[in-house]
């Protein structure tokens, strides 16, 4: 006996052993010709649980039957359509010609289950989800440095009118910020994951921190870019100003590229200190997100020295926490 037939018995013995006292509303049905072709498919309305054990919707298989082809994942669909199921699982044994089973079950919607015994998948609809729109989104102004944009972007909206396509292009735009973010936090300038702290509440408190510092790099680097028109406060605050102006007149140098080019009050020119402070020389390339923070950490550190310096009234002498 080879694999396939052995896996075909195998199958069909876990089916009947399956087959104890069910409730009215299961139904099972066992095919061996088409339209539906060879296979054994359940179905009861009232048990759509969210996992596989637990949602008796199912369609067995042994790879490609006899007699199931590329429409038969829409026949089934549209079987448990008529019984009210939209969520119903196909246990895909092993057997003949899995890869094209295997397709056929993708291309109608179903996804692979992952945490299970063998393969099965799941189908959450009752119509598939199919990508409408191939959209190609090309820079056809490039920047000095670097290479043009180019995307191809697959979407399940219709794109017809131009309005429609820059819609499409602000919603991944957005999405590859919370990538961005994501890379800054985890391994980038927080770099969260080399992380040696073990209490949780530490932790914690760690992230939050690190979330808020990412969340100002991010800020910093579109002001950068030309991005936003953000005052200097969206990240620092308001009294922040005189000490951005006092470090910005520090950092200056002689030449053009060391001058600070943006107006005062702006995100833009704040971004400017910090990143000088962060060791940016204004000569090459862009600041990263490793500088910005390298200079958010020395600006906390320079303000707090002022604060400890007002604090401290003309002539007195250091305290001393031996005395």
């Known amino acids: 006996m080879d694999v396939n037939s052995l896996a075909l018995k195998m199958i069909r ?14 139904i099972c049905h066992q095919f061996d010709a088409p ?3 060879y296979c054994y498919l359940t179905i009861d309305p ?15 298989l042994c790879g490609r039957e006899a007699g199931v082809d590329a429409a038969s994942v829409a026949r089934w669909t549209k079987l448990f359509a008529q019984h009210g199921v939209k969520k119903f699982f196909v246990w895909l044994s092993p057997g003949p010609d899995m890869a094209t089973m295997r397709r056929w079950l993708e291309a109608g919607g179903l996804a692979r289950v992952p945490f299970v015994r063998y393969l099965t998948l799941l189908r959450d609809s009752n119509a598939a989800v199919r990508f409408r729109t191939d959209l190609d989104i090309r820079e056809v102004t490039p920047p000095a440095e670097g290479e043009p944009i180019h995307w191809r972007l697959l979407t399940t909206h219709a794109v017809d009118t131009l309005e429609q396509a820059l819609w499409i292009l602000r919603l991944y735009r957005m999405r590859w910020r919370i990538e961005e973010y ?11 994951e080399a992380a040696k702290i073990r209490k ?6 760690m992230v939050g921190a690190a979330a808020v510092a990412s969340v100002s790099i ?10 936003t028109q953000d005052r200097f406060d969206a990240v620092f605050e308001p009294t922040d100003e005189p000490l951005l102006e006092e470090l910005n007149f520090e950092l200056e140098g002689n030449t053009q590229k060391q001058k600070n080019p943006y107006p005062i009050g702006s995100l ?25 923070a390298r200079g958010l950490e020395q600006f906390a550190t320079i303000k707090r020295g002022v604060q400890l310096a007002k604090r401290m009234p003309p002539g007195a002498a250091p305290r001393r926490s031996w005395e």
């Open 13 to 26: 013995l876990e089916i009947w052993l399956g087959e104890g006292p069910q409730p009215e509303s299961f």
């Open 35 to 37: 339209p539906f072709g």
């Open 268 to 292: 833009a020119r704040a971004q400017w200190v910090i990143a000088r402070l962060g060791g940016w020389t204004g000569y090459y390339g862009k600041p990263g997100s490793k500088t910005y």
């Open 200 to 205: 949780p509440p530490a932790m914690i408190n």
């Open 46 to 60: 009232e048990r759509q649980g969210e996992t596989a054990s637990g949602n008796y919707n199912r369609v067995y």
């Open 218 to 227: 991010m800020k910093l680097k579109q002001a950068r870019d030309g991005l």
């Open 182 to 192: 994501f890379k800054i936090l985890k391994s980038d300038a927080m770099d969260i």
